[in-house]
Nanobody, 115 residues
Framework: QVQLVESGGGLVQAGGSLRLSCAAS????????MGWYRQAPGKQRELVAT???????VYADSVQGRFTISRDNAKNTVYLQMNMLKPEDTAAYYC?????????WGQGTQVTVSS
């Protein structure tokens, strides 16, 4: 069982930055892949970025070059640095962990970007 707690969401103007954090209840060194997903009203949940235990990352085309995912194994925390935010980035952002074949999700944190 893995519990994930997100923080760092909020309201920001277009062009601004936010950093999301995801704290895990277990050592993330043992978690193969962690990631961030987002869901806007009326839309399906979509992948934003993932990072595996070897540090390899994957980004959605829409955030490539603007967002950076990282993990701090000592703090059992994954981060999402979001720069040059756009109104279309507005969504609830969810942390995900793939651990021993199971998907775990956080409760989500809201990001709202005003134009």
């Amino acid at each position: 069982q893995v519990q994930l707690v997100e923080s760092g969401g909020g309201l920001v103007q277009a062009g601004g930055s936010l950093r999301l954090s995801c704290a895990a209840s277990t050592t993330i060194f043992s978690i193969d892949t962690m990631g961030w997903y987002r869901q806007a009203p009326g839309k399906q949940r979509e992948l934003v970025a993932t990072i595996n235990s070897r540090g390899s990352t994957v980004y959605a085309d829409s955030v490539q070059g603007r967002f950076t995912i990282s993990r701090d194994n000592a703090k059992n925390t994954v981060y999402l640095q979001m720069n040059m935010l756009k109104p279309e980035d507005t969504a609830a952002y969810y942390c995900n962990a793939l651990y021993i074949g199971f998907d775990y999700w956080g409760q989500g944190t809201q990001v709202t970007v005003s134009s």
